[in-house]
T-cell receptor, first 113, second 115 residues
Framework: GNSVTQMEGPVTLSEEAFLTINCTYTATGYPSLFWYVQYPGEGLQLLLKATKADDKGSNKGFEATYRKETTSFHLEKGSVQVSDSAVYFCALSDRDSSYKLIFGSGTRLLVRP | SQTIHQWPATLVQPVGSPLSLECTVEGTSNPNLYWYRQAAGRGLQLLFYSVGIGQISSEVPQNLSASRPQDRQFILSSKKLLLSDSGFYLC??????????????FGAGTRLSVL
């Protein structure tokens, strides 16, 4: 079945460091891919998305490119801030089961000043 | 614009007591609705989803049930809570369309502690 695998956290970085959070997926069809962010004590917010191969989603300085050849959707940011500290979830939505999002287990990011 | 409301934000309940969590969506019609649970330090588990009034699909067998009495209202219930029901419960909605690609929008969540 479809699945999403994320790198385990926590990831601890200093402010202005480069961020990469790895995400790979398994899907039978051509899924849409998403990154959601959860700030402490809050619900999830959509951070960015990509709907087909080679699409690049971007928002708030974060980017992720849909790589079909490596089945990956890694999240990157060139210079993180303390306010980026949160849990990041990678997810996919498969057209064959389009009612559901399948989430990875989440990666906690802690940015120190 | 669309908004989603969940309440209560925090709940502490004794084992064996009933539960009712409510979620309402404004600004859209006939949304798909979802209940997720997030255990401490874990990912999200889809519990229920609904594509219309009275239509509920359960993803995992458990101590909980869901109902959708109105188009934009989704309720999560239990007759007798277990310790293992503790967690962070999230409601979400989406509208299926080619453009939306099933983007789901989440409420702020309810933190449930069963003691």
């Amino acid at each position: 079945g479809n699945s999403v695998t994320q790198m385990e956290g926590p990831v601890t970085l200093s402010e202005e460091a480069f961020l990469t959070i790895n995400c790979t997926y398994t899907a039978t069809g051509y899924p849409s891919l998403f990154w959601y962010v959860q700030y402490p004590g809050e619900g999830l917010q959509l951070l960015l998305k990509a709907t087909k191969a080679d699409d690049k989603g971007s928002n708030k300085g974060f980017e992720a490119t849909y790589r079909k050849e490596t089945t990956s959707f890694h999240l990157e940011k060139g210079s993180v801030q303390v306010s980026d500290s949160a849990v990041y979830f990678c997810a996919l939505s498969d057209r064959d089961s389009s009612y559901k999002l399948i989430f990875g287990s989440g990666t906690r990011l802690l940015v120190r000043p | 614009s669309q908004t989603i409301h969940q309440w209560p934000a925090t709940l502490v309940q004794p084992v064996g007591s009933p539960l009712s969590l409510e979620c309402t969506v404004e600004g859209t019609s006939n949304p798909n609705l979802y209940w997720y649970r997030q255990a401490a330090g874990r990912g999200l588990q889809l519990l229920f989803y609904s594509v219309g009034i009275g239509q509920i699909s359960s993803e995992v067998p458990q101590n909980l049930s869901a109902s959708r009495p109105q188009d934009r209202q989704f309720i999560l219930s239990s007759k007798k809570l277990l310790l293992s029901d503790s967690g962070f419960y999230l409601c979400a909605w989406s509208v299926l369309s080619a453009g939306a690609k099933n983007i789901q929008y989440f409420g702020a969540g309810t933190r449930l502690s069963v003691l």
